[in-house]
């Protein structure tokens, strides 16, 4: 289900996606609002799911995790519980990011970070021997030219309540 956002919930959620540590009190005043109503506000998307959780987003150079890898996974087994412990197994595995089932030529996709090649040959090795897999290919991300946590917001409303899903337009605060 779907929840409908108003133009201030749109400027309220891209302020949260630039800077979660943002005060209620910073937050209202760029929105218009007192405290009280912009906190219910973001309990409320909260509640809803919309929100799904404020975290600290760390850079994984500084951090020794210098090697992105985009590895694709192909497999003869599609039947459920095969799936089922293959998602378990790799959303175990703390060196992957993102966990993707694919349509296409592609079963899977996995979004992989680690120190270097040595780990990552640790990892691959480990990957293998988890469950039988038809193909599994690497690719190395070179460089990062954009990275963002960002979604692009809808643009606020004319005028009363807005479907998330009827466009990608990206809301700009302050508006």
Known sequence: METAL??????????LQTDATLSIAAIGER?????TPCWKRIQKLEADGV?????????????????????????A?????????????VSAMPEVLE????AGDVDYMLR???ADMQAYDSFYKHLIAVLPLKNVTSRF??????????????????NG?????TGPVLAVVGE
């Not at 108003?6 to 302020?15: G, P, R, T, V, Y």
């Not at 966990?99 to 694919?102: D, E, G, L, Q």
């Open 99 to 102: 966990f993707y089932r694919m």
């Open 161 to 165: 309540r807005h479907l998330p899903g």
């Open 141 to 158: 991300a070179m460089e990062k030219v954009k990275s963002t946590t960002a979604l692009p917001l809808p643009a606020p409303p004319k």
């Open 112 to 114: 992989v970070v680690v």
């Open 31 to 35: 929105v218009g609002l007192s405290q």
């Open 51 to 75: 929100i799904d959780r404020r975290v600290a987003v760390l850079d994984p150079v500084k951090l020794g995790l210098g090697l992105t890898v985009f590895v694709s996974i192909e497999t």
């Open 6 to 15: 108003d133009a201030i919930d749109l400027k309220i959620l891209a302020l």
């Open 77 to 89: 087994d599609h039947s459920q519980e095969w799936l089922q412990r293959f998602a378990a197994t």
